[in-house]
């Protein structure tokens, strides 16, 4: 895919589920997203890339009752065709959506768990 998703599960901490092959994507994701730590919906375009920070679609929590967020940096060809957080939405979940369903309630979401 084409983008660093980062978010948390029910009992699991923050941590990227999707690293678009970095071998380190936290540089990445701090270039997007330092300076709006607290905004819980978030849109931004840096340069050729996107940014989305969105809760969680079917409002799911993690075990302290906080709504989950998740964080995307978006990467062209795909990036191109977002201009709005509802656009990002629209276009990201459904790629992720399969997946997130599968783990969040996972007590270790990582692809060795068992």
Do not use: C
């Not at 993690?62 to 191109?80: M, N, S, T």
């Amino acid at each position: 895919m084409r983008f660093i998703w980062a978010t948390r599960g029910r009992t699991w901490g923050f941590r990227f589920l999707d690293n678009n092959d970095f071998a380190d994507p936290l540089p990445q994701y701090e270039l997007m997203f330092t300076g709006n730590e607290t905004d819980s919906a978030l849109f931004k375009r840096a340069g050729t890339n996107v940014g989305l920070r969105f809760p969680d679609p079917l409002n799911r929590e993690d075990a302290a009752g906080r709504p989950i967020p998740h964080e995307f940096v978006v990467f062209p060809p795909l990036a191109d065709e977002i201009n709005s957080l509802e656009q990002g939405m629209d276009l990201i979940w459904p790629l992720v959506a399969d997946t997130y369903a599968s783990i969040w309630s996972q007590v270790d979401p990582s692809p060795d768990a068992k």
